[in-house]
């Protein structure tokens, strides 16, 4: 958790938020006094990733498996050998 003044901080700020949403916990202070915390949203994160693993879910529900072979063949179509 790293502590940061109030004008830093507005300064930097696009550069602060891109190390919250790597995970970093942020602590806003004013003359010395500490009043803001800025954290990353995990919950927020977590449901993009809850429904993106629900839409492969579904994908593979309604295509079935694909053999490493039928991979291989379509990233190979239209390469030239």
């Known amino acids: 958790m790293r502590e940061i003044q109030a004008s830093e901080a507005k300064t930097h700020l696009p550069q602060l938020l ?3 949403e790597r995970g970093a916990t ?3 202070t004013r003359h010395g006094h500490r009043i803001a915390r800025i954290v990353p949203e995990f919950d927020w994160r977590q449901d993009k990733i809850d429904k993106a693993l ?3 879910r579904d994908l ?3 295509t079935g498996r694909i053999s490493v072979a039928d991979l291989l063949s ?3 179509e239209g390469r030239k050998p």
Do not use: C, N, S
């Open 18 to 20: 891109d190390e919250v």
């Open 26 to 28: 942020l602590i806003i």
């Open 54 to 56: 629900g839409a492969i």
């Open 60 to 62: 593979r529900k309604r």
């Open 74 to 76: 379509a990233r190979d």
